[in-house]
């Protein structure tokens, strides 16, 4: 069951291309540089479908959320959910939760997956109150600085 259904004052609708370019400012926004993605990842994304889903209040789009399907639609992952800053607080984030959720169990899915940074308490405990829970699996996060273009790689010798 969905423990809340967010704010009813915002709509929910599938993205369209003419999303795009609020979904990259929100993007942007509400995520560290690294953890951003670009028009080539978010706009494929959006033409693939309903797991594509914008938050609307007033006409002016708040936030979004992005899952996919795997497995024949049996697993869906949410990949991320997005709140305008000057919109947060305001149970949008919950209303987009909802929406995946329910869409989720609508369409014969029988798990749903996400993963959030372990500093994101405020998400964790309402990941928690939605039923989720940590699968003892850790992620880890690895980088590896490359040579400016147009330098040579240093020499290992």
């Known amino acids: 069951t969905i423990p809340h259904g967010g704010n009813p004052n915002v709509q929910i609708r599938p993205a369209t291309s003419v999303d795009i370019p609020e979904v990259l ?13 670009g028009e080539e990842i978010l706009a494929p994304a959006i033409a693939q479908g309903p797991l594509f889903m914008i938050a609307e209040q007033a006409e002016h789009v708040v936030g979004y959320a992005y899952a996919t399907s795997h497995f024949g639609g049996r697993l ?19 209303r987009l939760l909802a929406a995946v959720t329910s869409f989720a169990a609508g369409h014969g899915a029988t798990l749903i997956t996400l993963n959030t940074q372990a500093y994101n308490t405020h998400a964790q405990r309402i990941y928690r109150w939605f039923g989720f829970a940590p699968t003892g699996e850790c992620q880890i996060v690895m ?5 400016s273009a147009g330098t040579e790689p240093a020499s290992s010798d």
């Open 76 to 94: 869906i992952h949410l990949v991320r959910i997005a709140v305008d800053p000057g919109y947060q607080g305001r149970q949008i984030g919950i």
């Open 25 to 37: 400012r929100l993007d942007q926004t509400c995520f560290e540089a690294q953890w951003t993605k």
């Open 143 to 147: 980088r590896r600085p490359l040579p």
